[in-house]
């Protein structure tokens, strides 16, 4: 089977300063591939990179998604190819109410598709994505983010994942600052939604091992420095737990 994502030899900087040294990466359909790393190892770059953000300046090698080379697209040409990025801390938009905010990314994804939706068939699913996830349906007559608690931000990029349908799902510590009830809900979240899309892969980025508990890596990769320095399956969340990150580099 050949890899959804590829990532050969990355080399990326920020000004003048080189955060990813030599990164490679495969992540296959279907895969949750949990990155860990200490602060500053480059993984918040890794998602920034994967996901075009200017800032991020490709030095040398290749990020390959579903075949085809994504070095020179933009992010919103990336999230048209299926990629998705989950924030660590997603922004708040006055006066824009979630529902609406839903609707406008999903045409502007799927605009003249066969998954164009008129405006009943999108309420009617993205009613049926609130019950899956077991989220009041008031919740989409918020204004996007605007006074959620930090577990409803969460919860709310896991019904973006639910509507959008990404291929690949990239989730930068969404287990930031989550009390154990709320990493609970969003990590039982995130697995409902893979369970209705089974062919969707997880990069999901963290520092811990709680969130790891819900929802079961298929790889782990621990990135240090810029580099992947150790790989291997979900037995490396345990050893790294006791262990800690120096004796594993």
Do not use: W
């Not at 066969?114 to 919740?139: C, G, T, W, Y």
């Amino acid at each position: 089977m050949s890899p959804l994502l590829l990532v050969d030899n990355l080399h990326v900087s920020v000004g003048e300063k080189e955060v990813l040294k030599g990164l490679s990466l495969q992540v296959q359909p279907g895969e949750v591939c949990a990155i860990m790393g200490p602060n500053g190892s480059g993984k918040s770059s890794l998602a920034l990179t994967l996901m075009g953000h200017p800032r991020y300046a490709v030095l040398t090698g290749s990020i390959n998604f579903l075949g085809e080379s994504v070095n020179e697209l933009s992010p919103d040409k990336r999230a048209k190819l299926g990629i998705f990025l989950g924030m660590q801390h997603p922004f708040e938009i006055e006066g824009v109410l979630y529902k609406d905010f839903l609707r406008q990314a999903y045409n502007a994804l799927y605009d003249g598709t066969p998954h164009q939706m008129r405006i009943r068939d999108f309420h009617k699913m993205l009613l049926e994505r609130l019950d899956l996830l077991h989220m009041d349906h008031a919740f989409i007559d918020r204004a996007v983010n605007v006074g959620f608690s930090g577990g409803e931000k969460k919860r709310a990029e896991m019904l973006q994942v639910a509507v959008l349908q990404p291929k690949l799902v990239i989730l930068d510590e969404i287990d930031s600052g989550l009390d154990i009830d709320a990493l609970r809900q969003v990590a039982g979240a995130l697995n409902k939604v893979r369970e209705l899309h089974p062919d969707m892969a997880v990069v999901l980025i963290t520092h811990y091992q709680r969130i790891l508990q819900y929802v079961n890596p298929t790889t782990v990769h621990l990135l240090n420095n810029g580099v992947i320095v150790k790989s291997g399956s979900a037995d490396l969340v345990a050893q790294l737990e006791q262990s800690g990150y120096a004796d594993l580099t």
